[in-house]
């Protein structure tokens, strides 16, 4: 049997489990195994043995929200096993904690040996990518400490310091030693006839600069009462649909999914915040263009995630050039990492800001969110933040000199810096890339609505009129710019971009969906455009592809280009709707739904990209997050957008 991973999150912790709950130190590959906090990888081996070898597995651990598997000790048909394992697993904040319930099956006592293998290599999660790099590290100190009832390891790297503390209740009988660093818990369990005996095992990690008093829960069921509390307190005063009960199901999920990948953050004055995080595993971390997306999806039902949003990302908006990698004064971060590498400066991502559209993306969720909640003090709080974040795009972006906003690929960085920003993802029909300056089509959309809605904003709570004048004209003469720029008259669609020539990049791709959603083309055009996203090319089914198939470019088990995204389909259907095309929005919405009811109404990040006539299910994509903020809040997108009948 394959073993698989199984993930396990809690805020800015999770942990990726296998089929029998161990964990291996595997490097590379979809996902990596482990415990791990703020980008480091706490524990790296939890190895279970009974009776002095690998159990087998009754039960394996499946996917969701608790981690359980029966294990048993190797026997056979003639002699079977003398005892079960029941094996529960649960992570909390900074924390990981284990029930191993060793149930006899004999009529007179016995003897179980218990082993757990367990190790903290302290790996960065850069460094357990797929990519072939690698990175010096010099200077580097491991220790390893005795407890009282348990092990504790400890690292450093110059002033950078991280530790993980192993104990357990009853404490080990011996803690051995394994010749790779790697320490051995071990027990004599005495079970009484048909009895149970319970072994807890609590795991806390302290990463660099944590400085709070931390608290390990009890066991995994302390854990999950406080999953359950924390989920309903996310849904509470959500209108669930009525009508539409896959829906409903599938909204219930992704608000479940959003409580658990709330991370911490700071505020402009110090203040903590709570924001979603982009996914789990590589992304568990503050991405401005996801936070922003995620928040404008829950806006109408949850304000709160938008507000902390805000000003999370107020607080790291750049004011400076030197700020940090590819920083320009008004820009908002696209990324920030608290791991080992980025304190170093051996990764650009620990304030990193190659992103040409979450600039824009916070002016958006800013006027959205007045809008929707009325309140003008934030507002008013966010007024210097949001005239940076127009001056940036006018500026620096481009808008003034060049007409749109414009990025360059950054050396060391990201090649593209919109929604699409693997590299390729931008590209024309053939597949063949742009060199140089790239106007990308969706961000020429959030800068249009961008500026329509800081000028409502401006008006309405700055009393600034002359501003707000100013504004409108700048998103007029943007919307005509674009219809005569971009659009492809021969096939009655918009390109993906303009190189730097100004040429255009003529792929048939998704994010012509995101114009209909900021309202940049006029309605003709953008009636041409919603109902070409259903023909089959484009519509696999499941939901709309990134890129039409029938293309040179398509690929459906490209992450960007020929693969179904649900925030991508999201858009659309808000788009769709925007555009009076309701049969098509309840098309898309229903596919997306159909897609979420074959894995218990969880979205995924993402899936490839073929037919439904092809395959009966939703093909995985195989380096997808198997927890993704925009795809659970993108059941809440489609209610906005179709409603509940």
Excluded at 18 to 37: E, K, M, N, S, Y
Excluded at 252 to 258: E, F, K, M, Q, S
Excluded at 475 to 501: H, K
């Amino acid at each position: 049997m394959t073993d698989r991973h199984h993930l396990l999150v809690h805020g800015a912790t999770f942990a990726a489990v296998g089929d029998r709950g161990d964990i291996g130190g595997v490097r590379g590959g979809g996902l990596p195994d482990g415990l791990f906090v703020r980008d480091a990888r706490h524990l790296s081996r939890w190895q279970l043995t009974v009776d002095g070898a690998v159990p087998e597995v009754l039960s394996p651990v499946t996917d969701g929200d608790e981690a359980r598997c029966v294990l048993v000790p190797r026997g056979g048909r003639q002699e079977p096993p003398a005892c079960t394992v029941f094996r529960e697993q649960a992570v909390g904040d900074s924390s990981f904690v284990e029930s191993l319930k060793v149930t006899s099956n004999r009529p007179v006592p016995i003897t179980v040996r218990i082993a757990l293998t367990v190790d903290a290599d302290f790996t960065d999660q850069f460094e357990l990518r797929s990519d072939h790099r690698t990175y010096v590290k010099t200077g580097v100190v491991r220790s390893r400490q005795l407890l009282p009832d348990g092990i504790e390891f400890s690292y450093r790297r110059a002033d950078w310091r991280s530790r993980t503390a192993i104990t357990a209740d009853p404490a080990p009988d011996a803690v051995e030693e394994t010749g790779t660093g790697a320490r051995r818990l071990v027990w004599a369990l005495d079970v009484a006839p048909h009895g149970t005996t319970e072994l807890l095992l609590r795991v806390i990690a302290r990463p660099h600069g944590e400085k709070r008093a931390l608290r390990v829960p009890r066991d995994p069921a302390a854990v999950h009462r406080q999953q359950r509390a924390r989920e309903e307190r996310f849904a509470e005063g959500v209108a669930f649909p009525t009508g539409w009960p896959e829906l409903t199901a599938a909204c219930v999920r992704g608000l479940a999914d959003l409580a658990a990948l709330q991370v911490p953050a700071g505020g402009p004055d110090g203040e903590d915040l709570r924001v979603p995080a982009a996914g789990a595993p590589w992304f568990l971390t503050l991405l401005g263009r996801d936070a922003l997306l995620t928040s404008l999806f829950t806006l109408p039902y949850r304000p709160g995630p938008a507000a902390h949003t805000l000003l999370a990302l107020a607080a790291t908006q750049a004011t400076g050039t030197g700020d940090a990698p590819v920083a320009q004064p008004g820009k908002i971060v696209h990324e920030v990492r608290h791991g080992e590498l980025a304190y170093f400066g051996q990764v650009p991502f620990g304030r990193y800001y190659g992103s040409v559209d979450a600039t824009p993306l916070f002016l958006v969720l800013l006027g959205a969110y007045v809008e929707q909640t009325g309140d003008t003090a934030l507002a008013r709080r966010l007024e210097p933040h949001a005239r940076a974040a127009i001056g940036w795009m006018l500026d620096h972006g481009g808008l003034t000199s060049r007409g749109y906003l414009v990025y360059r690929a950054d050396e060391g960085g990201l090649a593209n810096q919109n929604w699409k920003d693997s590299p390729g993802a931008i590209c024309r029909a053939d597949g063949t890339r742009p060199t140089g300056a790239v106007m990308a089509a969706g961000a020429q959309g959030y800068a249009y609505d961008a500026l329509r809605r800081t000028a409502s904003v401006a008006r309405g709570v700055w009393g600034d009129e002359t501003y707000a004048a100013l504004l409108e004209q700048a998103a007029a003469d943007l919307r005509d710019r674009f219809q005569r720029d971009f659009w492809m008259r021969e096939r009655s669609f918009p390109a993906l971009a303009l190189d730097g020539q100004g040429r255009q990049l003529d792929a048939l791709a998704s994010d012509a969906g995101h114009l209909l959603w900021s309202g940049l083309l006029d309605k003709e055009y953008g009636e041409v455009v919603g109902r070409r996203l259903l023909e089959p090319d484009f519509f696999s089914g499941w939901g709309v592809r990134t890129v039409a198939s029938g293309q040179p470019a398509y690929h459906p088990l490209s992450y960007h280009r020929g693969s179904v995204w649900p925030h991508d389909n999201a858009l659309i259907t808000l788009g769709l709707a925007r555009y009076g095309l309701h049969d098509e929005a309840r098309t898309v919405a229903q596919a997306l739904l159909d897609a979420a009811a074959v894995t218990g109404y969880r979205l995924p990040e993402v899936w490839a990209g073929y037919g439904r006539d092809t395959h009966g299910e939703p093909v995985p994509y195989p380096h997808a997050c198997g927890l993704e903020a925009r795809s659970a809040a993108a059941p809440l997108a489609l209610l906005t957008a179709v409603g509940g009948v």
